[in-house]
């Protein structure tokens, strides 16, 4: 129990040690506690210490989890990649998704979102340096696909997310971080009118680079909750 807490002090101090070497105010950087794997009980400790905002990638999982906590106020942010098949029920229970790279996922979240629930954020997630990769949309066609979902109704875009090639290297870490700002940036020009305020980057291993390019959002699973074990 302990253990969380003293985790997750220690991760709010580091964010906020990036952000005063970044000259930024600490409270322009949300944590979401990334909690995949992770039993509800775990959970339940995280929102003890005063945690409010989790990201899940397996759908199933999440579900089993939201409603074991639903007496918790919780904001649930979806990261995992996305079967054009599932986008139901996470539109249906989620407030945000980090992990949209193509247009039919997004229509689908837009028009299978619930009446009376306000429009569901999400964040475009980029291919930006991880060639190996095949989520994410590439840089050359992240403008169109911006437009097009920009326009959907039960849809805001907030922002982008991406997951870098991991590097050992401080330095080397912010070059990627720098580009998905440059292109958020470039995506605020070209949409005045949509809500474009989030750069979902930065996990464990890369929070500080992450904030000194930008970061709103960190995601962060390792350093709060300890090694993730897949064997279960
Ligand atoms: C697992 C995961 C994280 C958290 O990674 P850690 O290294 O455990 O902090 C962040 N973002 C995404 C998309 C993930 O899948």
Redesign the pocket.
């Known amino acids: 129990m302990t253990q969380i807490t003293d985790r997750f002090d220690q991760v709010r101090a580091q964010i906020t040690a990036a952000a005063v070497h970044a000259k930024r105010s600490p409270s322009t950087i949300k944590l ?1 506690a ?1 909690s ?1 794997t992770r039993h509800a009980d775990e959970l339940r400790q995280a929102w003890s210490a005063g945690q409010r905002d989790f ?1 899940e ?1 397996y759908l199933q999982e999440a579900l089993d989890k939201i409603e074991a906590l639903d007496d918790l106020d919780i904001c649930w942010h979806f ?2 990649p996305i079967q054009s098949n599932k986008t139901r029920p996470i539109t249906e229970n989620f407030s945000w998704v ?2 949209v790279d193509r247009l039919k996922v997004a229509q689908r979240l837009n028009d299978q979102r619930p009446k009376g629930m306000p429009p569901l954020n999400i964040c475009l ?1 980029v291919n930006i340096s991880d060639e190996s990769s095949k989520s994410g949309v590439l840089p050359s066609e992240l403008s169109a696909l911006a437009r097009d979902v920009a326009s959907l109704e039960n849809i805001r875009l907030r922002g982008l ?1 991406a ?1 870098p090639a991991s590097n050992d290297d401080p330095q080397r870490q912010r070059e990627p971080f720098a580009q998905l700002n440059t292109l958020l940036q470039n995506l605020q020009q070209q949409l005045p009118s949509a809500p474009l305020d989030t750069l ?1 980057m ?4 890369d ?1 500080e680079a992450a904030i000194l390019e930008g970061a709103t959002m960190v ?7 300890g ?2 074990d897949y064997s279960e």
């Open positions: 979401l990334v995949k990201g990638n990261i995992g980090h992990s997630q997310m997951i979902s930065g996990m464990s291993a929070m995601r962060i699973g390792t350093a709060l909750f090694p993730r």
